[in-house]
């Protein structure tokens, strides 16, 4: 695996390691609890769509913290970032874990997206910092295998827990994972920024520095298939649990075989990308990724629309989209960054900030388009798959020009 010079790459084996332990964050906050969704809704007395606000509010503060934490990144490094984030979401998730009222734990969601995102940009920062893009690739395709580990145990242990404990336990359990992780990182990290950017903090420095990332073509296009591919899994992360509990009867306890089923998916996809990353380039399988994407999500619009869907159907689109996303989230992370070398915070800010904020247009839109039916779902998959189709064509198009 080709390093930088300039940078002090971790081992191979300890990268790995602080990737996947940091990335999980982000799916185990949303998929541990997933399958009480339906119960919180009972609990707090609220309709679905206030209890999906737990989700968007988390997509929401994801989203715009990264603005902050990349810059940040950039002037204090990397490691102070992730500590701080592992702090601020283990606090978070105690708050949620105690939460006497929904507004309180809206609030608790919104403080675990603040430092579950200071983990996840410090660490795509750390890869840029110490690795060549494609090299960069594979390793953030191979940190992956190990995070599908996240959304396969995830809603299973969820769903036992739901019935076993009650919703609470979900994040009692993410408390004891952010100390875990957090002290892991605090004897492991070592700080990969050698030139931290004293002026990253100033807004007009901050500004330049995002109009400079934005309006170079490369990231633009790379940007578009990462936004449009997340987007593409969070309809199902947002809509599977009512899909699957309220529309198709699945039991609570087993909605978490059925998603870990679809999510299978990502694993496999991942494991793919790392294998063909060796024989082709990113834009190349990014293209091919994005097909399937856009195959997933119109397939499952035609079962509906035909009238023969049902939880096999959902669970082979699930598993489609998510086995396509494997391919695509780190052709597409590796790619939006290797054009910044000294912008790898503010850059991995931005991408991340476009990818929540668009997904969170789609989850807004689908708790809007709720009807106690899979129509909603499956239209909008089909919407985003078609425009994921598109998106994933600009870079070798780029590349061709």
Not at 108 to 125: E, K, P, S, T, Y
Not at 199 to 222: I, K, N, Q
Request: proline residues 5%.
């Amino acid at each position: 695996m080709t390093t930088r010079p300039d940078a002090p790459a971790p081992t191979e084996r300890l990268a790995l390691l602080l990737l996947a332990s940091g990335f999980s964050l982000q799916p185990l906050s949303t998929d541990l609890y997933l399958p009480s969704l339906p119960s919180l809704s009972r609990y707090f007395d609220a309709a679905p769509a206030s209890i999906q606000t737990t989700l968007t509010l988390f997509v929401l503060g994801f989203g715009v913290t990264q603005l902050l934490a990349g810059p940040l990144s950039d002037r204090y490094g990397r490691r102070p970032v992730a500590l701080g984030g592992y702090a601020v979401f283990c606090a978070a998730s105690l708050l949620c874990a105690c939460a006497p009222s929904l507004m309180v734990l809206l609030i608790g969601r919104v403080l675990q997206a603040i430092g579950c995102c200071g983990v996840v940009v410090a660490a795509r920062a750390l890869v840029r910092d110490s690795y060549e893009p494609a090299a960069g690739a594979q390793l953030l395709a191979r940190s992956s295998s190990l995070l599908a580990l996240a959304p396969l145990i995830g809603p299973v242990l969820g769903g036992y827990t739901q019935i076993w404990l009650g919703w609470r336990a979900a994040f009692w359990l993410l408390v004891a994972l952010a100390v875990w992780f957090g002290l892991f990182a605090r004897g492991h990290w070592h700080e990969s920024n050698l030139n931290p950017d004293a002026g990253a903090l100033r807004p007009a420095r901050l500004l330049a520095a995002y109009r400079e990332v934005a309006s170079h073509p490369e990231f633009r296009a790379y940007v578009a298939a990462a936004a449009l591919t997340y987007s593409a899994i969070f309809i199902f992360i947002a809509g599977s649990s009512f899909a699957f509990i309220d529309v198709l009867g699945v039991a609570p306890e087993r909605y978490g075989l059925c998603f870990a089923g679809g999510v299978s998916g990502y694993l496999g996809g991942t494991l793919c990308c790392r294998r063909w990353l060796r024989r082709r380039a990113l834009q190349d399988l990014l293209a091919a990724g994005t097909t399937l994407t856009a195959l997933g999500g119109c397939g499952l619009w035609l079962a509906v629309h035909y009238g023969f869907a049902n939880v096999w159907v959902l669970l082979a689109a699930q598993f489609l989209v998510m086995f396509a996303h494997g391919i695509n989230q780190p052709c597409a992370q590796a790619g939006a960054l290797a054009p910044f070398k000294t912008r790898a915070g503010a850059a991995a800010g931005l991408l991340g900030s476009v990818s929540m904020a668009v997904a969170l247009g789609v989850a807004s839109l689908l708790a809007l388009l709720a009807d106690g039916s899979l129509q909603p779902l499956a239209t909008l998959a089909a919407a985003v798959g078609g425009l994921c189709l598109l998106a994933g064509q600009l870079p070798a198009r780029l590349r061709r020009i």
